[in-house]
């Protein structure tokens, strides 16, 4: 881990397996529905001869469906009255960018505490303005989708319905290394989501000094939501990076990015293994609905065997692990995983049971 752990050195690497417990029977869950689902239609309906594009995109695994998939019994799928409740929260309450610094003893409280022994009045002010409140933070290798994500989760409902227009709060770019500053976004009078700057390629020895004195001194951080990006996997800092949180004792869940990038992936190698296989562009649907159920069992042994050889799940306490995509897709239409997350965020900071 490039830049983080240069104060951090001596961590101890998460050890590596090649098992991964909680999931081996879950493996072929989807593609049981969808053969149960078929013979259901079969018998009422007798077989089907066609099939539209629209039919076979509903075979498609989304983003959802990993998180279900991969899914431990510590902590089972939100309730729908959770999930309502959670929404309501996210879209009744104002989002402000309420502090950005780039030093830890700049943020607004603890410039307050620093400055309570000099003018009472300066800490009054400061205080007032920003409340204690519970904080959960992002963190991820550089471009890894944390900006993206946060800007996602803060969507409200209304623009929600308009997948492809949502509010920027923080910035994104395709430039690794973009954002510099632990950048808080304040939810009501209730939370903060905090932004941080990526480890790794293109990340700055300050930003890591940053983090870690966020991580070891912040009274009210809940939780700490690890983002790794679907296309490259866990990498040595993310791992690093995860037995940190452990040896400090910080609560963590791991959110796998970019899963629209997977699930288009293996859909497109499908189409190419047709082709070369000599099977027409206009073969028959019954055997594309097979090859996009193929696809599903390779995307999910893709995710396993990522998980497996992090070895995350054989730890003493396993995280939860989520799956979003903050773009669409052809495949990918909609932007899946962000309801879950809203949840845990809420339950980490006690706003919802
Ligand atoms: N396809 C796809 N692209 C994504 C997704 N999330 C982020 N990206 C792209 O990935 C790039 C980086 O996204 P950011 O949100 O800026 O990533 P970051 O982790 O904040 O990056 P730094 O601030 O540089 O650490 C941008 O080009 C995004 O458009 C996703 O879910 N799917
Ligand atoms: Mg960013």
Redesign the pocket.
Known sequence: MKHFCTRARNIRPVRFSSTFRHITDALNDLQKTKASEEANHAVKNGPRKQQSRKDLQKHVITPSDLSDHFRHSFYPKPTRAQISTTQGFFSQNKVSLEWIVGSYNDIPDIKCQDQAHGSSSTANSVKTSSPPLPEVLFL??????????I?NLLVNSVENKNHNEITEH??????????KTLNSYRIGNKLRLI?S??YGE??EEEQGELVIDYICNRKYLRRVFV?IDSRRGFLEPDVNLVSFLIDQGVPYDIIF?????IIDRYNAKKRTNTQSAGTSSSGNHASKEDLVLQANQNIIKYYQKIISESGIANLTTSPKILF????T?KLVKVRYGYKEIRFEILRSCGIIE
């Open positions: 991820g290798h550089t471009n890894a989708g944390k900006s993206s994500l800007n923080a910035y994104v770019s395709r430039r690794a290394g973009y954002t932004d700057p990526g293109y990340g983002l990015t970019k899963a629209d990038g979003c995509n903050s773009y897709s």
